[in-house]
């Protein structure tokens, strides 16, 4: 075999081997790693880049532990911020420029929760949370329930409603109409009593009743209760627990029940409402003829709307563009 040709047998088996390893998945993961190494090292260069991760800490906010309140009692924690570096260049490197606006947080949960407090009511979310929730307590009143979530429907809005077990015995429909419309359900109680004034096992009876028939009536289990007319002891409150629930009170009353102006009822509400407040109502004349208006207002001082179990959550308040 001359030279020529051994050099070209030669060129092939270099070909060969060279395309066998390109195919071997280790040698492509390898390769592709070596590729993501590179464009990592010169992102990290670029200024931008530099300047993203010298300015995040000005941007960071730490996450804030759930606690127990000398006033409000349970009160919930706060996920923190925490720059997304990457992301946060992905969206500058068009620009070329920083820009806080661009800047992609990714949230951090604090390291105490409300599950990992003692047993406690809860009055309000966090006060840096700018949300407010509905407390619909319904042991009468069906005549404005479908009113009421008619109302809810046409603004996008989920509230929390506590269903009195008693009610939901006879009038099963209504409890399933409130599901049906995406609502959350809490435990009122079976029998609307004085909870603070009843035995251990008749507040356990009362609760547990109410579980069962709210389950069996709509397939839900309630992880919220709230005592009727907010009357409670120390011993409702752990019963309550024992029960896998939080026992949950309220930061404004609407006091619909004493059927005020629905004007004033909704000016005196809207003036007392800060972030995390719990509005207290009930399916009365006054709250479904005064709801669209709430709501309204509530969002006019950008209030967002969430049930009991969004407002009490740690993750922070989305911005709606």
């Given amino acids: 075999m001359n030279k020529l040709a051994l050099q070209f047998v030669g060129f092939a088996l270099i070909l060969l081997i060279t395309y066998g390893a390109m195919q071997n998945p280790y040698t492509s993961d390898y390769v592709e790693a070596i590729k993501q190494t590179a464009v990592t090292v010169t992102k990290q260069k ?44 992905k969206r500058m490197k068009k620009d070329g420029e920083f820009n806080p606006e661009k800047l992609v947080f990714d949230e951090v949960p604090p390291k105490v929760t409300l599950n990992d407090l003692p047993p406690s009511p809860i009055y309000r979310g966090h006060p840096e949370k700018k949300m407010v929730t509905f407390l619909i307590n319904v042991a009468w009143g069906n005549e404005y329930i479908p009113s009421i979530l008619k109302t809810l429907e046409k603004h996008h809005v989920t509230a929390t409603f506590f269903l009195d077990g008693s009610w939901v015995k006879k009038h099963p429909e209504f409890a399933k109409m409130i599901v049906d419309a995406g609502h959350e359900i809490g435990n009122h109680a079976y029998s609307h009593p004085d909870m603070k004034k009843l035995s251990s096992d008749r507040i356990k009876e009362e609760i547990v009743k109410t ?50 102006d629905p004007v004033e009822m909704v000016n005196r509400v809207a003036n007392k409402v800060s972030p995390g407040a719990m509005i207290l109502m009930h399916p009365t004349s006054s709250t479904a003829t005064g709801l669209e208006n709430l709501i309204i207002r509530m969002k006019e001082k950008e209030y967002q709307i969430g049930n009991v179990s969004t407002l009490l959550s740690e993750e922070r308040v989305k911005n709606k563009k």
């Fill in 46 to 89: 670029d200024p931008l880049f530099v300047e993203i991760e010298q300015k995040k800490n000005e941007y960071e906010i730490a996450p804030e532990d759930a606690r127990i309140d000398r006033v409000w009692k349970a009160m919930p924690g706060l996920n923190g911020l925490k720059v997304n570096v990457a992301e946060s260049y």
């Fill in 211 to 260: 579980n069962e028939v709210i389950k069996a009536t709509t397939g839900i289990t309630p992880k919220w209760f709230a005592p009727p007319s907010g009357s409670y002891k120390d011993e409702v409150v752990k019963i309550a627990a024992d029960e896998n629930m939080k026992l949950v009170m309220w930061t404004v009353d609407t006091v619909d029940w004493r059927k005020p």
